[in-house]
């Protein structure tokens, strides 16, 4: 370990131990709150874990509401993207990802830089009954009654930031309350990592696109892990012409709308990207640069068959309901 990762460790060390010893605040709202994070920088499947957990709730007939940072918006401070009833902003104001969520659940989204704020607006202005934290395992300054932590190979693997990828050292899969695994075998890695009242369990992706697959495709994409979509529309059968992949939250230019109907149009394909792209990517397109482009979409979705997940969730909420009633 270098002395860069030392320095990084012993941060990280003293500032979960000042939130341990409540030397640091916790601020609890007035509705249940689920954290739904990783330790690790990077994609790890946390909008399909978002989105699983709020039609999981919706299923058992709670309201909930989605808080989150709402990275490389064009805005500032507190944002309603959703307010139970309609989208409320922009796809550039809101950032992709909330604004994904709002256009796919139908549920209250707040985006905030602080969520402690986001988290007590959507409490106490917003139809909801249960608050779940998009990216939130490291934001402790929030009170929560239950904590999903994501982790992969990557994580398992992994050293500290600077150098490396973890946020977190390992041992601090002992703070969470689930911990869902990207496949079976990190069960043995991770169950010595954390607490014997853990819930381990582990997911599968589904990924559903109607995309002819008689037609060679071009893929779009702006998202953390660009193998994945390829992978699954090959493992599906799709013959992948070309992918045109940009960073992360990439912002969409005309230039860029262009390019992908250009690149359509020369290999006779059509288009597919993700939830995450397409508003991006529609509201660019002011002047129907695409509009004889085929143009489809991947969805993706989270599986986690374990019925103690969703035990542990409804536990966790009820438990934090009746100490809110105290």
């Known amino acids: 370990m270098s002395i860069l990762q030392r320095l990084y460790s012993w941060i990280i060390t003293r500032r979960n131990a000042q939130f341990d010893a409540r030397t640091r605040p916790i601020v609890p709202v007035t509705k249940p709150v689920i954290s739904i994070g990783n330790i690790s920088v990077g994609g790890t499947g946390k909008s399909p874990a978002v989105q ?61 830089s602080d969520k402690v704020q986001a988290a007590a607006y959507a409490a106490g202005c917003l139809p909801c009954d249960v608050i779940i934290v998009d990216d939130g395992y490291q934001h402790r300054a929030l009170h929560r009654c239950c904590d999903i932590v994501l982790v992969n ?3 398992m693997n992994g050293t500290l930031l600077p150098h490396g990828r973890l946020r977190e050292p390992l041992s601090e899969l002992r703070r969470a309350s689930i911990i869902v695994c990207a496949h079976d075998g990190l069960r043995a890695n991770v169950l010595q990592c954390s607490t014997p009242n853990a819930r381990i369990v582990s997911s599968t992706s589904v990924m559903q696109c109607d995309a002819p697959k008689d037609a060679p495709v071009v893929i779009v994409s702006g998202i953390a892990n660009p193998e994945r979509i390829r ?6 059968g799709y013959t992948i012409a070309k ?8 912002r969409y230019r005309t230039a860029d709308i262009w390019k992908i ?7 006779t394909a059509v288009v597919v990207t993700t939830d995450k792209d397409i508003a991006k990517i529609r ?6 640069d695409l509009q004889k482009t085929p143009l489809y979409v991947a969805h993706v979705q989270m599986m986690i068959h374990a019925p103690e997940f969703t035990e542990r969730i409804l536990q966790d909420i009820k438990n934090e309901d009746c100490h809110l009633e105290e």
């Open 283 to 288: 509201s660019v397109d002011s002047s129907n």
């Open 52 to 112: 699983l957990v709020a039609r999981i709730l919706l299923k058992h007939g709670m309201r909930p509401a989605i808080v989150m940072r709402g990275y490389r918006r064009r805005s500032r401070g507190l944002v309603v993207v959703h307010d139970g009833s309609d989208i409320l902003t922009t796809v550039e104001r809101a950032g992709d990802e909330a604004f994904m969520h709002a256009s796919m659940l139908g549920v209250p989204v707040v985006v905030s």
């Open 153 to 155: 190979d990557e994580t």
């Open 243 to 250: 992918h045109i992949a940009f960073g992360d939250h990439h």
């Open 231 to 236: 992978i699954s529309l090959e493992q599906q």
């Open 261 to 267: 109907r250009d690149v359509a149009a020369s290999l």
